[in-house]
């Protein structure tokens, strides 16, 4: 994975971040519990940190593969947040996100050796 690459995949990590906060407001206006959403973007900030202190030492995985699988999962989190708006069973919903931002989060953390 080259520099610009890993710059790249941190850059989008960070506008990630964004939207986990996001979803954490929009489930707070749901009347949701945001915990674990909030949990999730902590470790994900926590992982950029690193992230960002490694930036010259070698990442696994193939820079084209990881953003294409966070960009898929980031679209399937999108969906469910929009489900959730009108789900009937919330708590469902809710465990079905925090599943979408597991795998992202597991992705995210086996980058760096």
Avoid at 21 to 34: F, K, R, V
Avoid at 35 to 46: M, P, W
Wanted: proline share 0%.
């Amino acid at each position: 994975m080259t520099t610009q690459e890993k710059l790249d995949l941190l850059k989008y990590l960070i506008f990630l971040r964004g939207k986990l906060q996001h979803a954490s407001i929009e489930l707070l206006t749901m009347g949701e519990d945001t915990t674990k959403v909030d949990q999730a973007e902590q470790k994900l900030a926590d992982q950029i940190d690193v992230m960002r202190g490694k930036v010259m030492d070698d990442w696994n995985g193939n820079a084209g593969n990881i953003m294409s699988e966070l960009q898929d999962l980031n679209e399937k989190a999108q969906t469910k947040l929009r489900q959730m708006r009108t789900a009937v069973d919330k708590a469902q919903a809710v465990a079905d996100f925090v599943g979408i931002l597991d795998k992202g989060l597991s992705l995210v953390a086996g980058l760096v050796t």
